[in-house]
């Protein structure tokens, strides 16, 4: 099997070929004068397999998933693994004239099998032509969550959605988990619906798929705060972490934001490699 990594999970693309062996591709990425994206796989294809790793954070990046789909149109078969599926949270019309925005974007992606990690939610799945897997990375986040110091610790959703991950991590670990439920009032701004939770003295590290704003996190770290926790962390599998997000995580007195690597930035401290090359050993 042949590995591409797309611009946005270079790191991760590399990771997994280290773990199985596999060629790494090289491929050229940039820009005509005009601004349209520039796509080339460098080198060629030699096996009846490729795997495309690419998470699509930004337009461009989708573009990208696109045109190397494309190019690699004449091998046998394609997997495609998208990290961090972006759009994925407009999964509905939450209002009359929107798009499922979700499903535009499956829809255009063209392959033999598609795998995602924690995708928002698992009706997105369906959408795509291709058999569509999802990958769930709480067992390596909980295997960074045991290894940390923690005191009588606890792990917190900060919505209904989260709830499972929160589950599946503590699973585990020997680790409680609670929940809290979340108002969203728009984009940005969230409230939490008032509970009382056992976080006196404790350490709590808040767990959901996504920071993007932090507008969730902030919200949620105030309140464990209040009601007395002791170290508050921070963890997500997509640390989308958009504009200011991170010194308001901060601002709220966060410790330490921990996330993986489906999308490359300074907090991505667990790797999905693993997770990633298993799911493609057994295919
Ligand atoms: C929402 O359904 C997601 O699970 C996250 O809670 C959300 O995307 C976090 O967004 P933000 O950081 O902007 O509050």
Redesign the pocket.
């Known amino acids: 099997m042949d590995i591409i990594g797309g611009p946005a999970s270079q790191l991760l693309a590399g990771r997994v070929s280290n773990i199985l062996k596999n060629n790494l591709l090289i491929s050229d990425f940039k820009r005509f004068p005009d601004g349209e994206l520039y796509t080339r796989v460098l080198d060629d294809l030699t096996c009846d397999v490729v795997t495309i790793i690419q998470s699509t954070v930004t337009d461009s990046d989708f573009v990208s998933l696109l045109q190397l789909i494309d190019a690699c149109r004449d091998v046998s078969r394609i997997n495609v693994v998208i990290p961090y599926m972006g759009y994925a949270?407009q999964d509905k019309r939450f209002k009359p004239g929107e798009p499922i925005s979700a499903r535009a974007i499956a829809e255009a992606i063209k392959a033999d099998k598609v795998y995602i990690v924690n995708i928002?939610d698992e009706s997105i799945l369906d959408h795509f032509d291709a058999e569509a897997v999802n990958l769930d990375s709480t067992p390596v986040i909980g295997k960074y969550i045991k290894n940390m110091k923690l005191m009588d610790p606890l792990i917190i959703s900060?919505?209904e959605?989260?709830i499972g991950l929160a589950k599946n991590a503590s699973k585990n670990l020997g680790i409680d988990y609670d929940f809290l439920e979340k108002t969203r009032h728009s984009g940005e701004i969230?409230s939490m619906k008032p509970k009382t939770l056992a976080v006196k003295d404790r350490d709590v590290i808040i767990l959901?798929?996504?920071?993007?704003?932090?507008?969730?996190?902030a919200e949620t770290i105030a309140l464990l705060k209040s009601q007395g926790a002791h170290e508050v962390y921070v963890a997500c599998v997509h640390p989308v972490l958009s504009s200011n997000?991170t010194l308001k995580l901060f601002r709220a007195g966060v410790k330490e934001i921990i996330a993986t690597d489906t999308i490359d930035k300074g907090v991505s401290v667990v790797s999905v490699a693993p997770v990633i090359a298993d799911a493609l050993r057994a295919q």
């Not at 959901?208 to 996190?217: A, F, K, L, Q, W």
């Open positions: 949270r928002h900060p919505d959605g989260a969230v959901d798929d996504i920071i993007s704003t932090g507008g969730t996190m997000s």
